[in-house]
């Protein structure tokens, strides 16, 4: 199983992944539609990606909600924020189950549970669902009570509900010529209308359903988006943007086709926030880069960190109030919207942006200030002996998620995996040299408390 900060055997940050067919059975699909259709009574929209095993699961999880009660309402295939959003404004919609493995590779999949104000399930509720799960008592319903399955259309409520927050007329007036790469996900049946009618000229690549996801693997890091990378120079477009397999994230290139970094953007769209704002908070995990926290204090912001992994950004930032949150890896958090990732929305506001600012991308992130990040990570099976040791090494560190160290020119983080028996250690800087000084210095500390 892919588990990234475990909350116990089955559910990982993201929800229940894995190998589909072998570690993520139609059996636990089932299963797992029966533990939502008992925790929340009433009606549960179902989406899924592109895969080829999205179809098998999603009538597992359906199969498993009506057993036990609970209507199903198949929203077919969708983006996992526009199952969100669908989730949030429909009142008498209880809950969500998105059928996804996000842009793990091809052979994945994965169920993720949504609240019923569209946010992810936090931490605690996926700690509930694992126990109901593991205890299986469920309470079947009787022959003329089982759920039944309706199926319902979301995607012009979705495409307005973006629509009606980004200004429209100043982007049309542009009319940006776009390359939109879906990776063949759900972002397909969504992101080349969407940019349509907001006025682009849109040139759409990989934009076709496909599970074997035959152009590209479905992160939408840089090593993979070659195509869309020279697709933007050949046609002289001004912005190329990237999905994941749900299209909750969205990367990009600018118009000279060079890759943007992710904390770039994340840091652009704080700035422009914070500004919009004239202040407020903006809530990022301790994994991200500097360069956002420099831009939000000199807006005149705030920056909170949380741990790693989207659910709980999205519930700090209920919490404080914040006015943007987001990871460095192109999942972006706009609260006025849906509190959660949103790749669409994302490349909408980007839009917004240069149209209102009328500047390239390439201008606009000009002034976010640059730094060298390097990773690594080390076997570590005492995570308990790790922990109380870095706390005696750097007492003045912040431990919201393992350790974070700050100076004045760059940071220091090392944190145990939730699943893996390994310790990974990030350092950023102003230079590669600095950068890699922190990083041996994080190395000696770990290896001279785990002998
Ligand atoms: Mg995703």
Redesign the pocket.
Known sequence: MVRIGAVGELFGTDGVRGIANEELTVEMALNLGRVMGTLRRGRIAVAMDTRLSSPMLKSAVIAGLTSVGADAIDLGIAP?PALQYYVKCKKEVKGGIAV?A??NPREYNGIKFIQDDGREFTRDMDEESERLYKSKAFKFARWDEVGQVYYDEYKRLYLDGILSKVDVDAIAKRRFKVVIDCGNGAGCMTSPQLLKELGCEVISINSHPDGRFPARNPEPVEENLDLLKKTVKAVKADLGIAH??????ATFVDEKGRFVSEDVILALMAKYYVEKNGGGKVVTPVSSSRCVEDVVKEAGGEIVYTPVGSPVVAETMLKVNAVFGGEGNG?LIFPEHLLA?DGAMSFSRILEMMALEGKPISELVKDIPKYHMIKTKVPCRDKLKLLEGLRNEFPEANFTDGVRIDYEDGWLLIRPSGTEPIVRIFAEAKTKKRAQELLDMGMKAVKKILG
Do not use: E, F
């Open positions: 996992t996804t996000s842009h994941d397999g749900d299209a909750d994230r999942g990732r």
